[in-house]
Nanobody, 114 residues
Framework: VQLQASGGGLVQAGGSLRLSCKASGFTFRINTVGWYRQAPGKQRELVARITSAHMTDYADFVKGRFTISRDNVRRMLYLQMNSLKPDDTAVYYC?????????WGRGTQVTVSS
C-alpha cells in the first residue's frame, strides 16, 4: 500500500489549498479512505473520510470549509480546503483504514499564516 500526499504549502488565513493523495497497492474503489492531520504537540485527528459510495464524514471543525472527494479511475483522493485558519496548520495525512491496521502516507505540511 502506498499513499502519496501532495499539495500542501504556506497560505494566508482565508486562503485555499487543495490536497491530493495518490493511492496504489490496494483496490482503491472499494475502500473508505480519509484525511487526518497532526499539529505540533497534538494527537493526530480525523479531518474527513469518504466511503466507496462517496458518503462523506467531516470533523466539526472543518464542516462547511473543507470538501473531500475521490476519483476512483485515477485512484486519487482530494481535500479542498477553503477559508483556512491558523488553527488548520498541521501535517495532513491520507489514510486507509483496515481491520488489521491503518495505512498512512508520508504527509504534506499545511501552514496558515495570520
Amino acid at each position: 500500500v502506498q499513499l502519496q500526499a501532495s499539495g500542501g504549502g504556506l497560505v494566508q488565513a482565508g486562503g485555499s489549498l487543495r490536497l491530493s493523495c495518490k493511492a496504489s497497492g490496494f483496490t482503491f474503489r472499494i475502500n473508505t479512505v480519509g484525511w487526518y492531520r497532526q499539529a505540533p504537540g497534538k494527537q493526530r485527528e480525523l479531518v474527513a473520510r469518504i466511503t466507496s459510495a462517496h458518503m462523506t464524514d467531516y470533523a466539526d471543525f472543518v464542516k462547511g470549509r473543507f470538501t473531500i472527494s475521490r476519483d476512483n479511475v485515477r485512484r486519487m483522493l482530494y481535500l479542498q480546503m477553503n477559508s483556512l485558519k491558523p488553527d488548520d496548520t498541521a501535517v495532513y495525512y491520507c489514510n486507509l483504514p483496515s481491520s488489521t491496521r491503518d495505512y498512512w502516507g508520508r504527509g504534506t505540511q499545511v501552514t496558515v499564516s495570520s
